[in-house]
């Protein structure tokens, strides 16, 4: 167990929809980070925050935002779903913002839009 | 932008034998992380190495950094069953914070 928590567990929606995924990040970690793993795909950075604030961007499409709260868990949303979106999503969290740190990852929340 | 390539993408191999699998990276890292994913399971950290030409090993498991700080190797020793999972190494990004994963190595041992 990372100590890193993600809610839901596994989210079925249809093309078009909205959906918020939940990330609490290990007791005392200040940031935060978001990927994308399709099928058979490497890990695909999306975005990271660091004590409430945008750190660094990576591949996120327009569709999506995330923030983070102050009590330091975060949530992603993914609007306008289309099939390609879905996947594995998974949330990280570090002690530091810095790329040294070592990531705990979550369990992931798996996507599935029909 | 920066790139983290690894070969190869699949490796089957009989318990017993040995596996390696590669990291280069387009740019100069200050470091790299090494993780493993179980089948249906999350990325866990398994080593940093930092220094140039550094080797670290962790029983049968061995990481190297290259002299260069642009590639890296895993080798695992006398595989066994428990070692199936996805391999991925990762290294910062020049410009900001965000860690840069390779594509990963998916390993298979048969029994």
């Known amino acids: 167990d990372s100590g890193v928590t993600q809610t839901p567990k596994h989210l079925i929606t249809a093309t078009g929809q909205r959906v918020t995924l939940r990330c609490s990040p290990r007791?005392?970690?200040?940031?935060v980070y978001w990927y994308q793993q399709s099928l058979d795909q490497g890990l695909q950075f999306l975005i990271q925050?660091?004590?409430?604030?945008?750190?660094a961007k990576g591949n996120i499409l327009e569709r999506f935002s995330a923030q983070q709260f102050p009590d330091l868990h975060s949530e992603l949303n993914l609007s306008s779903l289309e099939l390609g979106d879905s996947a594995l999503y998974f949330c990280?969290?570090?002690?530091?913002?810095?790329?040294?740190?070592?990531?705990?990852f979550g369990p992931g929340t798996r996507l599935t839009v029909l | 932008g920066q790139q983290v390539m690894q070969i190869p993408q699949y490796q089957h191999v009989q318990e017993g034998e040995d596996f390696t699998t590669y990291c280069n990276s387009s740019t100069t890292l200050s470091n790299i992380q090494w993780y493993k994913q179980r089948p249906g399971g999350h990325p866990v950290f398994l080593i940093q190495l930092v220094k140039s030409g550094e080797v670290k090993k962790q029983k049968r498991l061995t990481f190297q950094f290259g002299e260069a700080k642009k590639n890296s190797s895993l080798h695992i020793t006398a595989t066994q069953t428990t070692d199936v999972g996805t391999y991925f190494c990762a290294g910062p990004a020049r410009a900001g914070n965000m860690l840069t994963f390779g594509g990963g190595t998916r390993l298979m041992v048969k029994p």
């Open positions: 925050y660091y004590n409430g604030e945008e750190r």
């Open positions: 990280a969290s570090s002690g530091t913002g810095q790329g040294m740190s070592e990531q705990f």
């Open positions: 007791s005392g970690d200040l940031s």
